[in-house]
């Protein structure tokens, strides 16, 4: 079946604008992640949705990023007023929720270049 | 507090030969543990895991990984190497405690042919 889709999987934006990020999971799995990537640096978690609790939103570095999982499948990330630090390779995961020991799926990611 | 550490940057091993990725964790319950591999302009690809049970795991492609639970360490192995073998790998680490999953910085693995 089909993987993790993640759009666009190039932005260019100039600093000071607002960017939106989209994640598609696997279809079924009711757990979603966030992460960015940024060059040298593992992956840093950004926030994490489970069916219909609660956000963790821990990992969110400025309240300029936000995201919302409508219906609990299709996710946006949205940053605000774009700094050329948020510079960066945003990554979606997605995984069934059943237990803590699922394996994420990671989508091919969204490289953001902030000038 | 949880973390992974992956002390390497760069490994460099001869094709053919043997390949060891490290990992070392720290986590407050019990870990379960994650390899995974990264080729250029991609997202992650899973390779395995450790929930419990056996200490030595096998996975995708030909790898494996012993889980050490003294050492905390689950360090990736291959007993023989390829070209294609060559990429960024990542170790990943999440207790039954919360909802994270860390990873390590990423070992950039080069087979040398």
């Known amino acids: 079946g089909a993987g993790v889709s993640q759009s666009p999987s190039n932005k260019v934006t100039e600093k000071g604008k607002d960017v939106e990020l989209r994640c598609d999971p696997i279809?079924?799995?009711?757990?979603l992640y966030w992460y960015r990537q940024s060059l040298g640096q593992g992956l840093e978690f950004l926030i994490y949705?489970?069916?219909?609790?609660?956000?963790?939103k821990s990992g969110l570095p400025s309240d300029r990023f936000s995201a919302e999982r409508t219906g609990g499948s299709v996710s946006t990330l949205t940053i605000q007023r774009t700094q050329q630090e948020d510079s960066a390779v945003y990554l979606c995961a997605s995984s069934s929720g059943l237990a803590r020991f699922e394996t994420q799926y990671f989508g091919p990611g969204t490289r953001l270049l902030v000038l | 507090a949880q973390s992974v550490a992956q002390p390497e940057d760069q490994v460099n091993v001869a094709e053919g030969n043997p390949l060891t990725v490290k990992c070392t964790y720290s986590?407050?319950?019990?870990?379960?543990l994650f390899w995974y591999v990264q080729y250029p302009n991609r997202g992650l690809q899973f390779l395995l895991k450790y929930i419990t049970g056996d200490n030595l795991v096998k996975g995708s492609y030909g790898f494996e990984a012993e889980f050490n639970k003294s050492q905390t360490s689950f360090h990736l192995k291959k007993p023989s190497a390829l070209v294609s073998d060559s990429a960024l790998y990542f170790c990943?680490?999440?207790?039954?405690?919360?909802?994270?999953?860390?990873f390590g910085t990423g070992t950039s693995l080069t087979v040398i042919p």
């Open positions: 949705f489970q069916g219909n609790s609660a956000p963790d």
């Open positions: 986590v407050s319950g019990n870990p379960y």
């Open positions: 990943a680490v999440r207790d039954d405690t919360g909802n994270q999953f860390y």
């Open positions: 279809s079924g799995h009711t757990a």
